[in-house]
């Protein structure tokens, strides 16, 4: 059964051609000729691209119903990695592609949130924060600000990140997940 274009609100998770998407903004728009539509922006929940689409006042769209289940990564084995539901304890296999790039900051048993759609994973999400150690870095240069005061470093996970001068291997840091980026120094 489909919805009404009145009632695609923000959160809403919906199906478009076989793919689903979140509702990210949506704008009903109501011109002074012809039947009123709504302009949306929707997420794409299997790559995160977003994308613009407008629906006419007597489409129907169908409601996608999207699970969320928490997860614990346990270990990889080439392009699979494997999960463990924290419910019922059942192992999920989970494919590269629906982790994307943040595959390099995936620790072992790291508690995640996955987005599930009649039962296949579209997206796994990271917590916004992780604690990792400094696997290898050069030591700072006092004085050497040709850099903005930041250098290359390889954390635990094998990722490289760059980090402030002061940091030196063997510190743990905090690195946000969403950009990449080092957020302060953990103790």
Sequence with gaps: MGISINEIKSGLTILVSGIVYQVVESQPVKPGKGASFIRTKLR?????????????????????YVEERKLQYLYHSGEIYH???????????VSRDSIGEKIKFLKDNLDVTAFFYKNDVLS??????????????????????SRSGTKPAKIDTGANILVPLFINSGDKIKV???????????Y
Excluded: C, W
């Excluded at 299997?46 to 409601?63: A, H, P, V």
């Excluded at 990271?126 to 600000?145: C, R, S, W, Y």
């Design 176 to 186: 946000d997940t969403r950009t990449g980026e080092y957020v302060e120094r953990a």
């Design 124 to 145: 796994v999400n990271l917590p916004h924060f992780i604690e990792f150690n400094i696997v290898h870095t050069e030591a700072g240069i006092k004085g050497d600000t």
């Design 83 to 93: 999960f463990m539901d924290q419910d019922n304890f059942e192992e999920i296999t």
């Design 44 to 64: 794409n929940l299997k790559n995160s691209n977003i994308q613009e689409m407008t629906f006419r006042g007597d489409e129907k769209i169908e409601e996608a």
